[in-house]
Each structure stands twice: as structure tokens, then as C-alpha cells.
């Protein structure tokens, strides 16, 4: 899967880091730090960051690119 911060938005609240310990770190007291494309076996964990982010920063599975794991494939 993919996931893709939106640091301009985030503000460091460190909710994503609580929910999903594996994918979101923070670094320091603000800085986020995230892994870009973390196993499938983080997806709840990873989408329950993301809805809990006040900030909607996160992004999952929404990175355009010719390996996107969802939707159809035209054809
Ligand atoms: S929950 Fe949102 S605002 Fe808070 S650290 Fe994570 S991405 Fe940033």
C-alpha cells in the first residue's frame, strides 16, 4: 500500500504515530517521520491513523502510478 503525508498540513499531532506505531514516527517534538509504502498487514492500523488525523494529512492508496493495488484496470 502507499502512504503519502501531507507534511504541509500536519501539524505534529502524533496521532497517526499512536494509532499506527509501525508506519507513522514522530521525530522530535514535530517532525514526522512515515514509511512511504508500508506492508498490507498494516492497512487497518494505517487507515484508522489516517481517519484520526484532524488534519486529513494522510493520504492512503491515492498516489496516481501504474502500480496501484485498487480499482478496476480499464479493459
Ligand atoms: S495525525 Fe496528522 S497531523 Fe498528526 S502527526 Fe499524523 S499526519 Fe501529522
Redesign the pocket.
Known sequence: MRVV???S???????????APDA?R?HGE?A?M?APNPDDAQREQVLR??A???????LVDRVDGPDTSVGTSPS
Open positions: 503525508v501531507d507534511l498540513r500536519c501539524q505534529g499531532y502524533a496521532q497517526c504515530a499512536f494509532l507513522f514522530m514535530e514526522l512515515y491513523a489516517a484520526a488525523c484532524p488534519l486529513q494529512a494522510i
